[in-house]
Every structure is written in structure tokens, then in C-alpha cells.
């Protein structure tokens, strides 16, 4: 690939280190340029409790290689001090973080929102359901005065998810905010929860916010004496026995069928046929 293309590569564990090991260097030799290690391995499941203690011989490893790849963690990690955690005791580049995030999109702050029920739900419900354009003459996001109308059941699924700590809202506001969504069965009828400002003003916001944001003010920088090796005697593998072949799914709920038959791509028309079982897609020739 030509170098200003960046190719990365996420892998599970393997039941042993020695064969994880193996799989690593086959993997970094092809010239990636990170690699994202999920400290589980294939038949564990999200409950137990992911391996982290065995990311510090992949990290050393990937070093002693000297070919400049970053390694990043992924499994178990939560937020910002969960990430200064597991940097600190396995040496990583840096975390990836997934399902923490679709429960509080802040978890990357080293002071993450609380309260969710107020101070996330009203500006998120506003937000999806306007629609944005990029100004090419100023790169910069606009917002259109009219609604995208993101279908409800996603927007819907996705709100259920946020989670935070309590401070000011009680128990039982937050349960009667969440059966209040759980009957709705529109925006219309969370509009007292999103209020009279529009989407439009909170995308400004965020705009003016990202504008005064300093650069690379939010990068996590750690001590290099930080890094300290784990003993060998922390190195374990998977218990027999666990049956889990695939990931669990996250239970969102399906896109609606009303997108057509085709997704043509803008200002081409010569298209490949598509291949049976790949779906209706077209794809321009190669």
C-alpha cells in the first residue's frame, strides 16, 4: 500500500501466549501500522473478565520489532481513568473504548458527564433530528433548518443506553424519564423533555466549543517510569471449556426497510453487476 495509507489490525487472544505471540509477529511483518489487541479470547464473554495482564509481552514484543507500531488495548476499559490504568501497567499507545461509550459518549473526559437524564438526553434527542452541511467554501458544519427525522427506534435505542452517576437527579425522575421514552413512540412526544431550544443551537455549541478547544490539550500523557513489567506469573489463558464462538451482539435494533433497492454512488454510472449473495449495493468497476 502506498505509506500515506494507514492499514491497522484488531485481534482476539489465543488460548496460549506462545501461539498469540506467533500470530503477532506474522501480523505486524505485513507492515500495519497499529495494532488493537481485544484481551479476550475467542470463546470468552463480555462477563469474564478480560486478560489484561497478558498485553505487556505483546506490547515489548511489537517494541523490540522496532518497526514504529502502535499497540492499543481494547476489553474492560471504561473511561478515562481506567485508560491511565491499563497504559500504566501494560504500556500501551492507547485504549480503545466501545460499549463504555454508548453508555456516556464522555467517558473519554477526565470529568465525565453525571446525570445523563438532564444534561445529555434533551440536547441528544434535538440534535438527531437535524440535518447538517459542510460549507465548501468554509469547511465548516451548518446546520439546515429542517429535520433529518433519524428513525425513532434507533434514536430510541441509543438514548436508553446513556448511563451515568446520579448527583442531582433522583431515582425516581430517572425511572419515569426512562418508562416515559420506553411508551414513546415519537419525538413529539419527548418534545417537554428536549424543551424550546432547537438542534440547531446545540450544534452551535459544540462548534464554538471544539473552536476554543486548545490542540492535543486532551491527550493522555503518561510518565515513561510509569511502565513497569508485570511478572511472568501473571501470564494466564483462557479456562477450558468456555463455549462463546462469536461475540455477543450489541441488540440494536435493525435499520427500517425504506432506503430503496440501490445505493448508487454520486456522478457514475457504469457499475459492476453485483455479485449473488453480496446484497443490492452497486459498486463502480475497479
Known amino acids: 500500500m502506498p505509506p500515506h495509507i494507514t492499514v491497522t489490525a484488531k485481534i482476539r487472544l489465543l488460548p496460549s501466549q506462545e501461539d498469540t505471540l506467533k500470530?503477532?509477529?506474522?501480523?505486524?511483518?505485513?507492515g500495519i501500522n497499529a495494532l488493537t489487541v481485544?484481551?479476550?479470547?475467542?470463546?470468552?464473554?463480555?462477563?469474564?473478565?478480560?486478560?489484561?495482564?497478558r498485553l505487556r509481552a505483546i506490547v515489548?514484543?511489537?517494541?523490540?520489532?522496532?518497526?514504529g507500531i502502535a499497540v492499543i488495548e481494547n476489553g474492560d476499559c471504561l473511561g478515562w481513568e481506567d485508560?491511565?490504568?491499563?497504559?500504566?501497567?501494560?504500556?500501551?499507545?492507547?485504549?480503545?473504548?466501545?460499549?463504555?461509550?454508548?453508555?456516556?459518549p464522555s467517558c473519554f473526559s477526565a470529568d465525565p458527564l453525571k446525570d445523563v437524564e438532564r444534561n445529555l438526553w434533551p440536547a441528544y434527542l434535538r440534535l438527531v433530528r437535524c440535518q447538517y452541511s459542510l460549507s465548501p467554501q468554509?469547511?465548516?458544519?451548518?446546520?439546515?433548518?429542517?429535520?433529518?427525522?433519524?428513525?425513532w427506534?434507533?434514536?430510541?435505542?441509543?438514548?436508553?443506553?446513556?448511563?451515568s452517576a446520579r448527583m442531582d437527579v433522583t431515582k425516581a425522575e430517572s425511572n419515569g424519564l426512562h418508562q416515559k421514552i420506553a411508551k414513546a413512540k415519537s419525538y413529539s412526544e419527548m418534545q417537554d423533555v428536549m424543551?424550546?431550544?432547537?438542534?440547531?443551537?446545540?450544534?452551535?455549541?459544540?462548534?464554538?466549543?471544539l473552536d476554543e478547544r486548545p490542540p492535543r490539550e486532551h491527550r493522555m500523557m503518561?510518565?515513561?517510569?510509569?511502565?513497569?513489567?508485570?511478572?511472568?506469573?501473571?501470564?494466564?489463558?483462557?479456562?477450558?471449556?468456555?463455549?462463546?464462538?462469536?461475540p455477543p451482539g450489541s441488540g440494536a435494533p435493525y435499520l427500517p426497510h425504506d432506503f430503496g433497492k440501490t445505493i448508487p454512488f454520486p456522478n457514475y454510472n457504469a457499475t459492476t453487476p453485483t455479485p449473488s449473495g453480496i446484497g443490492d449495493m452497486l459498486l463502480p468497476s475497479v
Do not use: W
Not at 485508560?83 to 456516556?104: C, D, F, L, Q, Y
Open 23 to 30: 500470530l503477532v509477529d506474522r501480523i505486524v511483518d505485513t
Open 38 to 53: 481485544h484481551c479476550r479470547t475467542r470463546s470468552m464473554r463480555d462477563k469474564d473478565k478480560a486478560l489484561i495482564e
Open 60 to 67: 515489548d514484543f511489537v517494541t523490540a520489532k522496532g518497526k
Open 83 to 104: 485508560a491511565k490504568r491499563v497504559r500504566s501497567m501494560t504500556g500501551v499507545h492507547s485504549v480503545m473504548i466501545a460499549r463504555a461509550a454508548e453508555s456516556n
Open 138 to 151: 468554509t469547511q465548516r458544519m451548518h446546520v439546515k433548518a429542517k429535520y433529518l427525522d433519524n428513525h
Open 153 to 163: 427506534s434507533l434514536t430510541k435505542f441509543c438514548v436508553t443506553q446513556f448511563k
Open 195 to 209: 424543551g424550546g431550544f432547537s438542534g440547531e443551537e446545540d450544534m452551535q455549541s459544540i462548534v464554538v466549543a
Open 222 to 246: 503518561l510518565p515513561t517510569d510509569q511502565h513497569e513489567h508485570s511478572s511472568p506469573e501473571y501470564l494466564t489463558v483462557t479456562p477450558q471449556g468456555t463455549q462463546n464462538p462469536e
